[in-house]
């Protein structure tokens, strides 16, 4: 795997110091669908499922829901979580982001 020069440790540090208001958050999947060929750095994960989930304040936000491959529907619970967002090699820095699970 290649090293993604665009993305720097300034670059993740920016995009992720407003996700920790997301943590715990909880809401409803309102569209979902399979990914079966994912882009550079989640490659391994495919096939994974991708959703806009509704939160209680109604603000609708995008991730990926993790079910343990189990299909999942309109209407399923679900709270963010913290996981590992991207494969990365040793000379790359372990990506951590919001991903949502089904309760």
């Known amino acids: 795997m290649m ?3 665009n993305i720097s440790p300034i670059k ?3 995009e992720a110091k407003n996700q920790h ?3 715990g958050k909880t ?3 309102v569209s979902f669908t399979q990914i079966n ?3 550079a750095g989640f490659e391994k994960q495919a096939p994974y499922w991708a959703g806009i989930m509704e939160l209680q304040n ?3 936000i995008v991730g990926q ?3 343990s491959g189990k299909k999942p529907a309109v209407k399923s619970k679900v709270i963010a979580i913290l996981r590992r967002t991207r494969e990365s090699n040793k000379k790359e820095i372990v990506q951590y982001g ?3 699970r089904i309760l």
């Open 65 to 67: 829901i993790i079910n």
């Open 12 to 14: 993740i540090w920016r």
């Open 21 to 23: 208001k997301y943590l």
């Open 3 to 5: 090293m993604n020069k």
């Open 37 to 39: 060929a994912g882009p």
């Open 27 to 29: 809401g409803n999947i």
């Open 58 to 60: 109604g603000e609708r």
């Open 98 to 100: 919001i991903k949502w």
